[in-house]
């Protein structure tokens, strides 16, 4: 399935792929930094994800390359020019965008090529899945202009890092190969360069075939587990499972688990 072309004029979009909603990060000469273009598009994209039982993912990628070099340098240093609650509602703009890759009920993937850097580095790590070109880095970049990390890159990295490889990505802002990080299980793919996307779209098709409704609360538990009681954890777990033992998913994959065929859960 493929709807009519974006416009790629703008500094983000989306478009439609099989059962993959693509979001592009597109101010290539830039590297791709954050812009509130790229904040309503991934927002809309949820939202359409959301309200479409057809899409597999929403995959965010960078074009020509580079997936996000962060947050621009050029606004950040007015930012002394604008009152704290200013610049706070600025960064709440991130902070909801982050959330709302959290919230989603539709898995989001960051299908990675070149960099995440910064705060692209944060967007990155909320996703879901990461699938990573082999030569790519991951830089957290802040503390190298006097600054320090936002957008969640603390939460979402000390969930996949021991802390000492957290303390030294955010102390000295070197560039990490995406190897290093695949090597303690924080990437889950490493594929080819230029290739990060067509096997985040393989996922994406693979996701699609799956129980939606299933999918969902299994990611909702996913997040949960981090911060949740082995008691809270269980509890969520109790709950869901007890939902989903009434629903049509269940029925029809136990069914096609004793006919001995391939559940079809989207039909």
Do not use: W
Request: with cysteine; hydrophobic share 40%.
């Amino acid at each position: 399935m493929q709807n009519n072309p974006p416009d790629q004029s703008e500094l983000a979009y989306s478009y439609r792929d099989g059962a993959a909603l693509i979001v592009v990060n597109n101010n290539p000469k830039a590297r791709n930094p954050i812009s509130l273009t790229l904040y309503d598009t991934i927002t809309s994209a949820l939202q359409q994800a959301r309200d479409d039982s057809s899409v597999g993912a929403v995959i965010l990628t960078g074009a020509e390359g580079f997936f996000c070099a962060g947050g621009d340098l050029g606004l950040l240093a007015k930012a002394r020019e604008r009152s704290s609650d200013e610049r706070r509602a600025r960064l709440n703009r991130l902070h909801e965008v982050v959330v709302a890759i959290q919230q989603s009920p539709v898995p989001v993937i960051a299908a990675i090529e070149g960099g995440a850097a910064g705060a692209g580095a944060s967007i990155a790590f909320a996703c879901d899945l990461l699938i990573c070109a082999e030569d790519a880095y991951v830089s957290v970049a802040y503390v190298k202009v006097g600054l320090t990390p936002d957008g969640g890159a603390t939460a979402f990295l000390s969930d996949a890092l021991p802390r000492q490889l957290l303390t030294e990505m955010c102390l000295l802002g070197d560039r990490i190969p995406v190897k290093r990080l695949y090597d303690v299980g924080a990437v889950n793919e490493l594929c080819e360069p230029t290739t990060s996307l067509i096997h985040a779209c393989k996922i994406a098709e693979k996701l699609a075939r799956g129980p939606q409704h299933a999918i969902a609360k299994i990611k909702s538990l996913c997040i949960n587990a981090q911060h949740n009681t082995v008691q809270q954890q269980l509890d969520l777990e109790a709950e869901f499972m007890i939902d989903a033992q009434v629903q049509d998913e269940a029925q029809e994959g136990i069914s096609a688990f004793f006919e001995k065929r391939r559940a079809s859960f989207r039909n």
